[in-house]
């Protein structure tokens, strides 16, 4: 059974930056796709950046295009997400979750197509 764990987050203050990490076990994450995603308090569970192991390609949403990174080491079975420029507004649990179909030229960021999903680190941007 693939798992999937997050972890490296953490309190920040505003302007700094983590680097979160997914490390699956159980499988390879040849071919797949992994996403990331984030839930902020109240709000509702958001994609935030996808990389498909089937050509490398990358997606971010827009709220955090320049300042996010998504990155894999395949013989590390991880992917990172590299978070630059922390405000508040990106304060949430993190969740990478991976898709099973491959993907080409793009990757989704949409939680229905999720097969696995871990279970989480808190990222806390506050002064």
């Known amino acids: 059974q693939l798992q999937l764990v997050e972890s490296g987050g953490g309190l920040v203050q505003p302007g700094g930056s983590l680097r979160l990490s997914c490390a699956a076990s159980?499988?390879?994450?040849?071919?797949?796709?992994i996403a990331w995603f984030r839930q902020a308090p109240g709000k509702e569970r958001e994609g935030v950046s996808c990389?498909?192991?089937?050509?490398?390609?990358?997606n971010y949403a827009d709220s955090v295009k320049g300042r996010f990174t998504i990155s894999s080491d395949n013989a590390k079975n991880t992917v990172y997400l590299r978070l630059n420029n922390l405000t508040p507004e990106d304060t949430a649990v993190y969740y990478c979750?991976?898709?099973?179909?491959?993907?080409?030229?793009?990757?989704?960021?949409?939680?229905?197509?999720?097969?696995?999903w871990g279970e989480g680190t808190l990222v806390t941007v506050s002064s």
């Open positions: 990389i498909s192991h089937t050509d490398g390609s990358t």
């Open positions: 159980g499988g390879t994450l040849d071919y797949y796709t």
């Open positions: 979750a991976l898709a099973s179909a491959s993907y080409r030229n793009t990757c989704p960021m949409r939680d229905i197509v999720m097969d696995y």
